[in-house]
């Protein structure tokens, strides 16, 4: 190895806090093993105390001090060799609380890089969600529930020494199979998570994506003002009041729109979003009243369509309304646009009822905690039949853990 | 709230025996000021006190708050101006630190505050007298900072400290520094101007688009990132940078209305015209400075005094041109900046620092004097003095001197 390398961890805010660091602070760790130096850090401007929101982890391994000294001289590394996804829904794009704009998940990817998605989703699927690059790049899967592992609750699923493994895989100029074994045994002192590490090794699924594939959507923008054309006085203007808007299908004006930000959607902090069954509506207005980012529209016909640009898929809405499936939330990853439902329900009742009805089939199995009794143990079961090997140190629904197979399913 | 009364029509300006406390207070009277805030400790709480005099007593109306800390003292008058009220404030020593939060942010958020430090030292030891280590204590914040000598400019300087403050190219927080006891607690006779010329020479503070009201809805402090801290810096570095031309626009109009000459607004001049070296110091120093002068003077020593008013923003050029007319410079400070270069005072290292790229650069020579209130005797400016003639031929004083400390 005769140049640096540079990883970064694209996590979700405390939920997987922990999680970013163990895949830096590995990866350093192995590399130093092998006579390597390395860094670990979090991107300071991020706030990964914050429910969700996208944050980055980066490590720098390099054969020597004075190489890692010339990567390091920089805020943040602006090309890297491999980015880690370690939930497929940030594979829409990164807005963190530390800049504006939407930044498409591969943007710091060197040509020929890899891109690392944690996911039970096939290739075709995530890259419905991936914006194209203009060079070629190798898009790998380590097949998995997106991990919550994060700062209060760390949910040991081995996500983190299983990613250790598939770049040892995929790139073993910079860190090889053997040092990240060491380290694990080393860091954690546990020969499972070191097995999980080694059968995710194994099973690295890598596909070469050309130039030119995914989505097209231009990512939104925000340009920075230069300090004489900013507001003086540290003050920013409010947002306008919001006002009547057109149903589309009756043509009569009415109902209310809030005014949002055109600088700060966030809405890529969202793993899963409301789907609304207007059929069975009350109006009680609950959804509206208590919806934190004020997202809902109350359409002229006096219904409440979630506005996908302000909704961070906090799931207030599904837990307030009153009516059985009347909201509820489903996995990000089963959408591909921020339509409103409203007018697709407007245009075709029928068909929407159909896409409804096949939508909520898509319960979320992740991040925001635990959604239902029982959860954990499904996903043990189903993280184990995918590669992880039982770290036995949790009872799982009543299972002997101890006696889970290490490595050889 | 106190009944007001009709207020009395002055004809012409009046005289009156008054402390610099109860100039400042006058000085808000005649500002029409909306919004006082106030919190007790010597020696400010003697302004604070001929406030609520003149509230109670009807002749003034505002809203005279006494917060439960400075720090709330400050940051309601932050508040207050935020909606566009005229404001003032002030603390001393200690009490000006507990509120040092609110310090910090009220330059990045360009409120006009008119705070009068009546200098006091820092504890420990509690001690009531004289240093200026605590309005200094905010010079690299964009506060500007102003030093009195007398009564009547106490008055003068805290209607001009309004006009400059809140011209909307400025909207800059400023401190009127009183040192304690020599000023705020001694009185002299002072020239109390109409409300008509008060009202000329100081418009409506309109604070225009920054306003926070319901009509022109802002969000003020937000949390930024990197992506903006520079920027707002330089908006700030940007009107401590226009703040002498409005200062020199201001005491113009001062002259042209009260009639009243300050000459050069940044810095007065005693005795210097021909004078071989100077002393250069801030505040009511200046009285046994100058009497010593006059008897120096008389045995034929050539010296002068330069008496600082604006410390910020620093008269840097115009110092430049004053300062290289000497053979030497003493600086005479009544604070402290331990580990600093040379161990110097403040005052000091600022006018070597102004100095480094003067064509012309006399010897500095640092002494440190007065602190905690102890008195600037005569033959302790003769012994300065002496010292700045030794290093005019050629004496090598690069150390800073402790002048009137026992040994």
Not at chain 2, 158 to 173: M, Q
Request: hydrophobic residues 40%; charged residues 25%.
């Amino acid at each position: 190895m005769n140049r640096s390398y540079a990883v970064e961890i694209v996590y979700r805010g405390i939920f997987q806090k922990t999680l970013a660091k163990h895949i830096s602070r590995g990866l350093v760790l192995a590399a130093s093993k092998e006579g390597k130096t390395g860094i670990s850090f979090g991107r300071y401007g991020d706030s990964p105390e914050r429910n969700g929101i996208p944050a980055k982890n980066f490590a720098i391994v390099a054969p020597d001090e004075e190489t890692l000294e010339e990567s390091m001289a920089q805020y943040e590394p602006k090309h890297v060799d491999v980015t880690i996804s370690v939930d497929d829904t940030l594979c829409k794009g990164v807005e963190s609380w530390a800049w504006y704009g939407l930044q498409p998940i591969n943007r710091l990817l060197n040509p020929g890089g890899h891109l690392i998605v944690t996911s039970m989703l096939g290739f075709d699927d995530l890259l419905k969600m991936i914006h194209v690059k203009d060079a070629p790049y190798n898009l790998a899967t380590l097949r998995a529930i997106p991990s919550f592992s994060g700062l209060w609750v760390y949910k040991d699923d081995h996500t983190d020494v299983r990613l250790l493994g598939t770049i040892a895989r995929l790139v073993p100029e910079m860190v090889s199979l053997k040092a990240i074994e060491q380290a694990i045994l080393d860091e954690w002192n546990d020969e499972l998570k070191m097995l999980s590490a080694r059968k995710a090794y194994e099973r690295v699924e890598v596909t070469e994506v050309p130039s030119g594939v995914g989505v097209t959507d231009t990512p939104y923008e925000f340009v920075l003002p230069g300090w004489k054309e900013m507001r003086e006085g540290v003050t920013i203007r409010s947002i306008e009041m919001g006002g009547t808007f057109t149903d589309p299908e009756s043509g009569k004006t009415g109902g209310y729109r809030p005014a949002t930000n055109p600088y700060f959607k966030k809405f890529s902090t969202r793993t899963m979003r409301p789907v609304v069954d207007f059929d069975t509506c009350v109006k009680c207005t609950l959804c509206w009243l208590q919806c934190p980012d004020s997202c809902f529209d109350v359409t002229p016909d006096g219904l409440y369509d979630a506005r996908m640009e302000s909704c961070c898929g906090c799931g207030v809405c599904e837990a307030v309304c009153p009516v059985d499936k009347c909201i509820t939330m489903v996995n990000e990853s089963e959408f591909t646009d921020n339509a409103s439902q409203w007018e697709m329900w407007k245009a075709d009742k029928t068909g929407y009822k159909t896409w409804l009805t096949e939508k909520i089939q898509h319960r979320p199995d992740r991040s925001h905690g635990f959604r239902f009794r029982g959860q954990y143990a499904e996903q043990i079961q189903v993280m184990s039949a995918v590669g992880m090997t039982k770290s036995g140190n949790e009872k799982v629904g009543g299972e002997d853990t101890t006696e889970a197979s290490a490595g050889g399913d | 709230m106190a009944q007001v009364r009709e207020p009395e029509v002055a004809l012409a300006d009046t005289e009156a025996l008054i402390s610099g406390s109860e100039a400042i207070a006058v000085a808000c009277k005649l500002a029409d000021v909306d919004v006082i805030t106030a919190y007790p400790i010597r020696p400010y709480d003697t302004v604070m006190q001929y406030v609520a005099k003149l509230v109670s007593n009807g002749e003034m109306d505002c809203e005279y708050i006494v917060a439960e800390s400075e720090h709330s003292q400050f940051e309601i008058v932050k508040h207050a101006s935020a909606v566009g009220a005229r404001v003032f404030v002030g603390s001393s020593g200690v009490g000006w630190m507990y509120a040092f939060e609110a310090l910090t942010v009220t330059p990045g958020l360009r409120i006009p505050m008119v705070a009068m430090v009546g200098n006091r030292a820092l504890d420990d030891p509690g001690a009531f007298g004289v240093e200026h280590n605590d309005a200094l204590a905010v010079r690299d914040l964009g506060w500007m900072l102003v030093w009195v000598d007398t009564a009547q400019e106490a008055l003068d300087t805290a209607l001009l400290a309004w006009r400059i403050a809140e011209d909307r190219r400025i909207f800059l927080p400023c401190a009127i520094g009183c040192d304690g006891a020599f000023l705020t607690h001694s009185q002299s006779m002072v020239k109390i101007p109409i409300p008509e010329k008060v009202k000329e020479f100081l418009p409506r503070y309109d604070r225009g688009d920054l306003r926070l009201h319901p009509d022109n809805p802002i969000t003020i402090a937000p949390q930024a990132n990197e992506d903006w801290v520079m920027e707002i810096r330089k908006q700030n570095d940007a009107a401590s940078r226009r703040a002498p031309g409005v200062i020199t626009e201001a005491y113009a109009d001062f002259e042209r209305i009260f009639g009243r000459k300050y000459g050069n607004p940044f810095f007065e001049e005693y005795e210097t015209d021909d004078a071989d070296v100077v002393l250069l110091g801030m505040g009511t120093m200046s009285m046994p400075v100058k009497v010593a002068i006059r008897k120096m003077r008389k045995e034929g020593k050539k010296v002068g005094f330069v008496r600082l008013r604006w410390f910020r923003p620093f008269p840097t050029e115009a110092l430049q041109a004053t300062l290289g007319r000497f053979k030497a410079v003493g600086v005479i400070d009544r604070d402290y900046s331990f580990g600093s270069p040379y161990f110097s005072g403040v005052v000091a290292n600022e006018v070597r620092t102004a100095m480094y790229s003067a064509e012309k650069r006399p010897p500095v020579v640092g002494f440190i004097c007065g602190l905690g209130g102890r008195e600037v005797t005569v033959p302790a400016v003769r012994e300065m003095t002496e010292m700045t003639f030794r290093a005019a031929s050629g004496e090598r004083l690069t150390d800073t001197y402790w002048i009137g400390l026992r040994e």
